[in-house]
Nanobody, 127 residues
Framework: QVQLVESGGGLVQAGGSLRLSCAASGRTYSPYAMGWFRQAPGKEREFVGTMLRSSGNTYYGDSVKGRFTVSRDNAKNTVYLQMNSLKPEDTAVYYC????????????????????WGLGTQVTVSS
């Protein structure tokens, strides 16, 4: 079994930055991609960004493009989400997830492609 644990959430003022971490543990696992999603109260889970394991290519949701960056440290089995220029509308629970098999650029944006999920970390941006 694979466990994903997010950390780094908290309260930040608008315009500030946070870096989230997602540590993977458990059996040896090489997912096709590691992604980040977020969910605000009363809203559907939203795609934030994902990184393909083999190429390192990254893809982002339109609402965060240019402000958020996904990166990784393979030695630590950790994926990061650097969030800059935060806005109050970025307030949500942020989830890390892993997809085990190929997904298209469109498919990798959907939560149904991801088999493993962390429990989430709360990010609150005050105005």
């Amino acid at each position: 079994q694979v466990q994903l644990v997010e950390s780094g959430g908290g309260l930040v003022q608008a315009g500030g930055s946070l870096r989230l971490s997602c540590a993977a543990s458990g059996r040896t696992y090489s997912p096709y991609a590691m992604g980040w999603f977020r969910q605000a109260p009363g809203k559907e889970r939203e795609f934030v960004g994902t990184m393909l394991r083999s190429s390192g290519n990254t893809y982002y949701g339109d609402s965060v493009k240019g402000r958020f960056t996904v990166s990784r440290d393979n030695a630590k089995n950790t994926v990061y989400l650097q969030m800059n220029s935060l806005k109050p509308e970025d307030t949500a629970v942020y989830y890390c997830a892993a997809v085990p098999r190929y997904c298209s650029l469109l498919g990798c944006r959907g939560p149904s492609a991801y088999d493993y999920w962390g429990l989430g970390t709360q990010v609150t941006v005050s105005s």
